[in-house]
């Protein structure tokens, strides 16, 4: 049964990433970048908390809370670049 879930798992992600990965390649606009890069920082904190709970542990915690900060730093930059941008 575990198997079966960690394959469903697998290619829900996979899809999500591969439909993120084209609006990040040709996304019109400096936004629409921003907003897949932030889909695909989420897909990867969603797949390590996946494994922390199939595999019961927490120790990739840390690395969960690493990568939330980085998603929230490269939001703030993107949406101060395109303001003052637009000025």
Same mark, same amino acid.
């Given at each position: 049964?575990? %198997? ?18 084209? =609006?990040?390649?040709? %996304? &019109? /606009?400096?936004?629409? $970048? #921003?907003?897949? /890069?932030?889909?695909?920082?989420? +897909?990867?904190?969603?797949?390590? %908390?996946? +494994?922390?709970?199939?595999? $019961?542990?927490?120790?990739?915690? &840390? ?5 939330? #900060?980085?998603?929230?730093? %490269? ?8 303001? =003052? $941008?637009?000025?």
């Amino acid at each position: 049964m575990t %198997g079966v879930l960690v394959a469903v798992i697998a290619a829900i992600f996979a899809v999500a990433a591969a439909v993120a990965l084209v =609006r990040l390649v040709r %996304g &019109p /606009s400096i936004l629409d $970048r #921003a907003v897949a /890069s932030d889909v695909l920082l989420t +897909e990867v904190m969603c797949l390590i %908390g996946a +494994e922390m709970v199939i595999n $019961r542990h927490a120790d990739t915690l &840390p690395l969960m809370l690493i990568i939330a #900060a980085v998603g929230v730093f %490269g939001t703030v930059a993107v949406a101060r670049f395109v303001a =003052r $941008r637009d000025q």
